[in-house]
């Protein structure tokens, strides 16, 4: 007897919203929208785990005052619940999950960190450490930005984003166990894979094929774009998507060839992985910040 195949999940977007402190819910034609949660603080990345049915996402709070923060809830907003607390990280961006290994990674910016914990925000760990002290938190090439990771050569990639348009931006890897010996400040396996960018922003990657896209907010050519380059060899990154308006969030959907974009003008795009037949889902929408693309 054969059983006819489940049909395919429906995909769900969530998108930050930044300017009014909320995150939204729809469907990946941007129908159905909903707000499920009210009352961030700068809420910034955001990442689903469809299969316990929850959303984690990071508040950056206000720079100065140290009170960055970290929340999860189920898909619908209920079960609110902060797991990493006010002063534990100071300005937390784009967040990573990694469901296997049981762990959360994101980039705290003027923490000037790429760090990590449990998934209820336990053990929060430092990875790298670029700078410390008032002096060096005035410097944006020492700020963390964007977080993912490759569960295949258990390495993690974040973003150090530089000053506005000042093509001092890159992107680095190292591995996910810090060096014997060796401390977040000083270990010795970081390696630079682009550097001289304009402000490379969120990163995701797509692991089977080997290949790493990221926002840049800069100013054009190379700006405000979205991009891709492989990982596994040395290669001058693609321009896929132009004319943002300040690029932040990138979410893929290999399954469906197809990629989904924030900028801070409040536009949600969505194009084919390759950057052609890009369409408007919405615009005009508050300063849009962290998006996540799950099959529920």
Not at 30 to 40: A, E, L, N
Not at 239 to 261: P, Q, S
């Amino acid at each position: 007897m054969t059983h006819p195949s489940a049909p395919p999940r429906p995909g769900r977007l969530f998108v930050l919203e930044l300017s009014g402190d909320r995150i939204h819910s729809m469907n990946a034609d941007g129908s159905d929208r909903k707000t499920i949660v009210t009352d961030c603080h700068l809420p910034d990345g955001i990442v689903v785990d469809a299969d316990a049915g929850r959303i984690y996402w990071t508040n950056m709070g206000v720079p100065n005052l140290d009170d960055g923060s970290i929340e999860h809830a189920d898909l619908d907003g209920a079960n609110r619940r902060v797991i990493v607390p006010k002063g534990v990280t100071h300005t937390p961006k784009q967040i990573h999950l990694d469901k296997a290994g049981g762990k959360l990674y994101w980039c705290d910016r003027e923490g000037m960190r790429v760090m990590r914990a449990n998934l209820d925000g336990s053990q929060v760990e430092t990875l790298v450490e670029t700078g410390r002290g008032a002096e060096d938190q005035r410097d944006p090439t020492r700020w963390c930005v964007g977080i993912t990771l490759d569960p295949i050569t258990r390495k993690f990639y974040w973003t150090q984003k530089g000053g506005d348009n000042g093509d001092a931006g890159r992107i680095c890897r190292a591995n996910l166990d810090l060096p014997k010996g060796q401390s977040p400040a000083n270990r010795s396996d970081i390696e630079v894979l682009w550097d001289g960018l304009p402000e490379p922003i969120d990163l995701e990657l797509d692991v089977a094929n080997r290949v790493l896209y990221w926002t840049d907010r800069g100013d054009p050519p190379r700006g405000n774009t979205v991009n891709r380059a492989p990982i596994d060899r040395e290669a001058e990154p693609e321009i896929l998507v132009t004319h943002l308006m300040e690029g932040i969030g990138v979410a893929l959907d290999l399954a469906g060839d197809r990629m989904f974009v924030t900028d801070f003008a409040g536009s949600l795009y969505v194009s084919d992985l390759n950057g052609k037949t890009q369409r408007t889902l919405a615009f005009a929408q508050g300063n849009l910040t962290g998006i996540a693309y799950a099959n529920l």
